[in-house]
């Protein structure tokens, strides 16, 4: 008997099929449109978006200008790429639009479906970004997408690392700009530490499109980026605890892999105690459990780690001498990427390679709040239902199945269970080799290196012939997921290898095309590509005949998303293909996640060697682990987040008082009510409200205001009037304040005062703020432990830090008005004894051997005078001083 739910959706239809049906109109409308947009010139679609940016910019929705706009871009495409957008395509691109994720399927051409919104959405002269998951796809994409932006008349740009300056704010001003998430998010941090306006690079968060949307909004969510500098070097610490670390046994410490955590017993602590003290780390008398400990548990704790729970090749590799850490979740390089609180160091020590400083954070973010700061977000992905929940509940927003443009074909088989690695990993390499038999390409997923290449040894052992494809290989990474496909071929991968790159049966023409010109130059391109096609179609038949791409996945992921993701690799658009999972009980998730209960089961039917078990139960019990391991993995990220929230908050404050000042011209009055309020303070502190004139302390509120302001000021004198109060000396206090200073910008000129004034605020903002960062790092690390006395971790965390970004506000008024109160011109001797120096320094680089009499430089502006500033004209901060010294103005005559 049919359930009521089941009913209700048989006569109303699910929610996602509702929100398909809704799109079917607005499809319509764009192909009956279509006829319009074919029979323009080239020069017509460029004026068509023209008038379609005039009536946004006039007020037109753009939900109203969708039909045009996509029609248009399906033209554009269709001329530039010699693709004609399906009608599941638009679909995914109105979905987009409307600030959904669109799942669909691997091979439904996702790249080009980011182009309708993306065109529709940069009308607004706003700009669009573009996200991908690393620098290569992003290139690819700007390039292969920046046709069709062209052919609309928008201009297209791409981000990456290293990149030049100049390059890079032309990139950001593009109307459609493609990156990867990590430069955007540094791009941030690095805008909110420049010293000008004119050094930022981006303009503003209005739309993004963020592309395989699930790795980076869920499995990289976990990491914050980091900005950071060097520290003080501890090397030699590291050094003599590594060598420590292993003497210790089992009995020493507890390991759990679950939260991939390590602690110390207390005969481990013993140990621990006796060899520090013997090697001199621990000074005598001293014990572990000492509050003066603390460094040296946290770092003896760190080298545990590296020891217990970081395998090389697995979560990082050496290269060239540098430990390289592995993405765990696309097995690729994380090139610049380092662990933090000493952990990468003690990993270096362990791997006997140089132990670069510890860094300390100069600024930071999570990707939850940087993506949070767009105005609209759109997302796209091959999977992404069964993280609904936190997509709705972090970034509100929604997902919706688009429906694939054909029916898939490709047949999931039920999983096989053995009981040791030993006889999963045979039943693999018959599999592979039967397949291969038949002329079967096959691609085989993986979840780290070491078990990659393990695999690879024991193919070559069965003489199979095949390629590796992990983080040791990232350059090849396209060229070999786009041969994965070829009649025969087999690709071992890790499981997230080659997101972004389509495997396509029979091999790649593309790639075919262009190995063939730079093999013959003298051939004909045109003539090339007829016969590599030829040759293609009867390759991609043999493929089909042989049954399409075979996924063979080794292992089950903590996330069922990575496992459908892989599945997903084989049967795009409609073509043949197999996936096949093969389990044993000691894989990790099996092994962590309770097998015991199931290998009882194994034993109790009597299985014999080689055997597997294959039943829909097993797949039952497996995706309820993976549930729990998700919704773990899920509360992790929603607590950090909670806890970066209260950091985000504070962060936007410094942010947005940055830019304040970056854009004003004139921040006298800012600094005018920074001094004044150290003044109140100080006047609260030492002339309490209600306190009778004996109780004053005039003096050490006249050494207070030296100290901070650097004005003597006879407050005792003015304490012995009659009838004055504490108002009266807060009064008098301001005024002879604000007298100093305007005598301070007569003396300097309003111009220099203006930018020594915003240099300053900018410089301390920048250093406190580091400052904070680190007591927040230090208050989160402790906060944890407020939970053993019933105070829940998160209030505390907010209420203290709260109070320290008060205090951090006092103190950079504090320093802001002391360090304007000592800033003074350089007297005209001072000047000419530097100027003396800096000539004989710059003489004594540059003076040949013989050197005879020097000439004074010439100066770089006609006129100029040294005793004279409206002659020096005006030069910035880093320019050459206009005397001809040669050295900056900074450092010479716009010295402060």
């Known amino acids: 008997m049919l359930g009521i739910g089941t009913i209700a959706k048989k006569v109303f239809g699910t ?38 940016a005039q009536r946004a910019q006039d007020g037109e929705s753009l939900d109203a200008l969708l039909p045009e706009a996509f029609a248009n871009c399906r033209e554009a495409a269709k001329r530039a790429l010699g693709l004609r957008a399906f009608d599941t395509q638009l679909m995914g691109g109105i979905f987009l639009h409307e600030g959904n994720i669109a799942e669909m399927k691997t091979g439904e051409g996702k790249t080009l479906v980011a182009t309708f919104p993306a065109y529709l959405n940069a009308l607004t002269g706003k700009g669009v970004h573009i996200v991908t998951v690393n620098d290569y796809l992003a290139k690819r994409d700007a390039e292969w997408m920046g046709k069709v932006y062209a052919q609309l008349g ?105 939260s991939r955590n390590v602690t110390f017993t207390d005969e481990g602590n013993e ?17 572990l459990y000492d509050p003066e400990s603390t460094t040296i548990v946290h770092h003896a704790t760190q080298a545990l780690k590296a020891h217990v729970l970081f395998q090389k090749d697995k979560d990082y590799i050496v290269r060239n001498s540098e430990v390289m850490l592995i993405d765990e979740f696309t097995g690729r390089m994380m090139a610049g990427r380092r662990l933090s609180d000493g952990l990468h160091q003690a990993i270096e020590a362990k791997e006997g390679v140089h132990i670069h400083p510890e860094n300390v954070t100069l600024a930071s973010v999570t990707f939850q709040n940087y993506f949070r700061l767009y105005s609209k977000l759109g997302g796209m992905t091959g999977t992404a239902v069964t993280e609904a929940d936190e997509f709705a509940e972090i970034y509100g927003l929604g997902v919706v199945e688009v429906p694939t443009n054909r029916p898939v074909a490709r047949i999931d088989d039920h999983d096989q269970v053995f009981r040791t690695a ?14 291969n038999a038949k002329g079967q390409p096959i691609l085989v997923g993986t979840t780290s290196i070491e078990k990659s290449e393990m695999l690879s040894g ?26 994965a496909g070829k009649l025969g071929a087999v690709t071992i991968a890790t499981n997230m290898a080659g997101r972004g790159t389509d495997i396509k049966l029979g091999g790649n023409v593309e790639f075919k095309v262009m190995e063939a010109i730079a093999a013959d130059p003298e051939a004909h391109p045109d003539e090339i590509r007829a016969r590599i096609e030829a040759e293609h179609a009867a390759d991609e038949q043999a493929v089909k005949d042989a049954g399409g791409l075979f996924v063979l996945a080794t292992e089950r992921h903590e ?6 993701q892989l599945r997903g690799r084989s049967g795009r658009q409609g073509d043949p293909g197999r996936s096949s999972f093969f389990l044993s009980l000691e894989d990790d ?55 970066d929230d209260v950091m985000n908050d504070q962060r936007k404050v410094i942010f947005g008082q940055r830019r304040e000042i970056m854009e004003s011209n004139d921040l006298a009055e800012i600094v005018q009510d920074m001094r004044h309020q150290v003044i109140d303070d100080l006047v609260d502190e030492y002339i309490p ?3 009778y004139a004996d109780q004053w302390d005039v003096e050490g509120l006249r050494a207070a205001i030296i100290d901070r302001l650097n004005i003597d000021a006879p407050v005792a004198d003015w304490a012995d009037e009659e009838g004055v109060d504490g108002d009266e000396i807060r009064e008098r206090l301001e005024q002879i304040s604000d007298d100093a200073m305007a005598q301070k910008t007569e003396q300097f000129g309003p111009e220099t005062m203006r930018n020594i004034e915003k240099q300053v605020l900018l410089q301390t903002i920048d250093g406190k703020w580091r400052e904070h960062l680190l007591t927040l790092d230090h208050l989160r690390s402790v906060v944890g432990f407020r939970g053993y006395a019933q105070r829940d971790p998160l209030n505390e965390y907010k209420t203290e830090a709260f109070a320290l970004f008060e205090s951090m506000l006092d103190a950079l008024r504090e320093q802001v008005s002391q360090q304007l109160g000592r800033v003074r011109p350089l007297t005209e001797e001072e000047q000419a004894q530097m100027m003396a120096q800096m000539m004989a320094q710059q003489q004594a680089a540059q003076a040949p051997v013989d050197a005879g009499p020097q000439e004074a430089p010439a100066p770089l502006v006609d006129g100029f005078d040294e005793t004279d500033q409206s002659t020096w004209g005006n030069p910035g901060r880093n320019d050459p001083c206009p005397c001809g010294s040669g050295t900056k103005f900074k450092h010479c005559h716009g010295r402060i």
């Open 271 to 287: 140990f621990m105690e006796q060899e520090l003290a013997r090697l001199g780390i621990l000074p005598e008398g001293q014990s």
């Open 15 to 52: 929610p996602n099929d509702r929100k398909v049906k809704a799109t079917k109109p607005i499809v319509d409308k764009i192909t009956a449109l279509e006829p319009d947009f074919v029979a323009l010139s080239d020069e017509g679609l460029k004026e068509k978006t023209r008038e379609l």
């Open 689 to 691: 409200e209600r306190s």
């Open 559 to 564: 996330s069922r998303r990575i496992d459908n």
């Open 422 to 435: 030993a006889e999963k990993y045979a039943a693999i390499v018959e599999a592979i080799k039967e397949s």
């Open 458 to 483: 024991l193919l070559k052992k069965a003489g199979v012939p095949h390629n590796v494809l992990n983080a040791r290989h990232h350059e090849q990474e396209a060229q070999i997921v786009a041969d």
């Open 589 to 643: 998730l099996m092994r962590i996640f309770g097998s015991e209960r199931l290998d009882k089961v194994l034993s109790t039917l009597g299985m014999k060697e080689g055997e597997a078990i294959v039943h829909p139960w097993v797949n039952k019990s497996l995706e309820k682990a993976q549930a729990k391991v998700e919704g773990r993995n899920f509360d992790i990220r929603k607590n950090l987040l909670k806890f």
């Open 154 to 258: 928008l201009t297209c740009g791409v981000v990456y690392p290293q990149q030049p300056e100049e390059e890079k704010k032309a990139a950001y001003a593009a109307d459609v700009t493609y990156a990867t998430n990590n430069e955007l998010g540094f791009d941030y941090l690095r805008d909110n530490m420049r010293a000008e306006l004119s050094q930022m690079s981006q303009r503003g968060h209005n739309f993004a499109i963020v592309d395989e949307v699930d790795s980076i909004l869920i499995d990289e969510a976990r990491t914050p980026l980091i900005i950071s500098g060097p520290s003080q070097d501890r090397s030699e610490m590291y050094v003599t605890l590594n060598e420590v670390i292993p003497s210790l046994t089992d009995a020493h410490f507890t390991k759990d892999e679950k």
